[in-house]
């Protein structure tokens, strides 16, 4: 899953989407101007190659890619206060927000988004911090289960991250390698909680780029014992496996581009995501060219999205104009 470079197809853009080991898009704030570029802009990817999964960081709060033209998606954390208030109220709120916000892109022919966030908001690490719901395990899954049955019944695919918990370390694997030095017991009883709890409710799991010397030496999105021997294997899990963005820091330990992507996909994930950097785009497709196509995973289609309709269409329903009136209350 690539990138572009700026708002418009370029050149370069069209020869990468087109190369077969190209699986999806994932779009940025830099390639969003206003939503008729975007509808534009869409129209000309699917023009140019299809099937090709589209999907963007669209998360709420301080991570929603396109701001103009689409409501205002509160931080998770926003929905978490209100749940420790009214939670009745709160966990429908948190549905609809699922369904809005899945709603709204896919209105502009957006396959998904990379939520929840499954995280635990310790109050120790920035860079989860307000994108997560709450600060317990119980709360997290009753809340991302609400949200992830909204992104359902919009007919979007949901994507648990980061697995198996990126709230308990301070480290920003943007910026630096996080080590998670808690024990496996601990780990279990609180982060992985709402990852096994909601496993059968999710289509697509997002690992973080940390290390968790009690477990294994090598980070979670590069480690066969955590990705086979454990989601899968040990928690059964059937679904999609997303790696996180290989241009990272956190990552770069691994080695260059090409050492990461062979790692990545040898550890088990199913697409790997190189973000950010145009040259290292070019080296992963050098790299895997010639391997089996992901075309054929039926799996990874099963992310696109179910359902169509036009924003006009999503704005006359009276489920959007309360959701929004709601929203703005918070």
């Known amino acids: 899953m690539l990138d572009l470079e700026k708002s418009h197809i370029q050149q370069e853009d069209r020869e990468i989407l087109m190369h077969p080991q190209t699986g999806g898009l994932i779009l940025f704030s830099r390639n969003y101007e206003c939503p008729q570029q975007l509808d534009e802009l869409i129209k000309e990817i699917r023009a140019l190659r299809a ?8 998360e709420g709060g301080r991570v929603q890619r396109f701001r103009e033209g689409f409501t205002r998606i509160p931080a998770m954390q926003k929905l978490g206060q209100f749940h420790d208030s009214e939670p009745e109220r709160a966990l429908a709120l948190t549905e609809d927000v699922g369904w809005l916000l899945a709603s709204e892109l896919i209105a502009y022919d957006i396959d998904m988004s990379f939520a929840p966030v499954l995280d635990i908001d310790d109050d120790f690490s920035d860079v989860i911090g307000d994108r997560a719901f709450f600060s317990n395990p119980e709360s997290v899954i009753q809340l991302a289960g609400a949200f992830i049955d909204g992104m359902h019944s919009a007919g979007m695919a949901a994507t648990g991250k980061h697995f198996p918990g990126h709230g308990s370390v301070k480290a920003d694997s943007h910026l630096a390698l996080p080590v998670d030095e808690r024990s496996m017991a601990e780990i279990e009883a609180h982060d992985i909680r709402p990852f096994k709890a909601l496993l059968n409710r999710l289509d697509a799991i997002m690992p973080a780029h940390i290390r968790v010397p009690a477990f294994d030496d090598e980070l979670v999105g590069f480690s066969k014992p955590w990705l086979v021997d454990y989601l899968k294997g040990k928690l059964d899990y059937q679904g ?35 973000c950010n950097s145009r040259k290292d785009a070019e080296l992963a497709l050098e790299y895997v060219e010639g391997q089996t196509s992901l075309r054929g995973d039926s799996r990874l289609w099963r992310m696109r999205r179910s359902e169509q309709y036009s924003l006009p269409m999503l704005k006359a329903q009276a489920r959007w104009e309360q959701t929004v009136e709601q929203i703005n209350k918070l």
């Open 51 to 58: 099937p090709l999964i589209i999907a963007v960081d669209h």
């Open 240 to 274: 999609v496996i997303f790696s996180d963005d290989l241009s990272m820091f956190g990552a770069a330990t691994v080695g260059d581009i090409r050492a990461r992507v062979h790692s990545a996909l040898d550890a088990g994930c199913d697409v790997a995501l190189v």
